[in-house]
């Protein structure tokens, strides 16, 4: 079982273990409304995005690992992130994002394709779950086109911005997954 560091190579996309370089790269996205309004915490400011980066840091030295956060990269340059939280039971759950000004290109569908193989094949999981906010339809299309199935509403999910928000829940299964076709090319119309 991979721990770390964690460096995975998709398609379009590299997903790796964020360093301590990356606060202002992932203040970038964490810190603008236009990508928090879709996660279940509000935009942070850089020393938040510091103090969440440290906590990452952390949490990827532990062993047993409980949580892959990691940087999605492009071309040497992080534009989001991808994470998986174990929790104990050969399940975890999936979160991503990519900064807004690279929204459509297809690297949120690529990082989520190498990260839940990685989550599979690698670490042995039997269930992937993710919860979305209802209006985030790009984020939807992301899970759907890379197999999720929809479960139903959790009601009242996330406080986040000064509102309780539902989420839409999908998951994925192991024998579900195409593991031969984790990353395969992405059609034109890709988005997030």
């Known amino acids: 079982m991979t721990s770390h560091p964690a460096h995975l190579t998709g398609s379009l996309v590299t997903v790796r273990d964020f360093t301590a370089a990356d606060v202002e790269a992932a203040h970038a996205v964490v810190g603008d409304p236009r990508v928090t309004d879709h996660l279940s915490f509000a935009a942070k400011t850089l020393d938040q995005t510091a103090t969440m980066i440290d906590g990452i840091l952390a949490r990827a030295r532990q062993d047993p690992r409980t949580e892959y956060y990691l940087a999605v990269e492009r071309d040497g340059l992080p534009l989001g992130f991808a994470r998986l939280g174990l929790d ?56 759907k086109r890379a197999g999720f199935s929809y479960e139903g509403r959790i009601r009242d999910h996330v406080h986040t911005n000064g509102a309780w928000r539902d989420s839409l829940l999908y998951s994925v299964l192991e024998h579900e997954w195409p593991h031969d076709l984790a990353s395969p090319a992405l059609p034109s119309d890709a988005v997030s």
């Open 88 to 143: 104990g039971v050969k399940a975890a759950k999936l979160g991503y994002a990519v900064h807004a000004d690279h929204w459509g290109r297809g690297y949120a569908t690529d990082a989520v394709r190498v990260l839940v193989t990685f989550g599979f094949d690698e670490l042995g999981l039997h269930r992937i779950s993710a919860a979305i906010g209802p209006d985030n339809a790009a984020s939807v299309a992301v899970v």
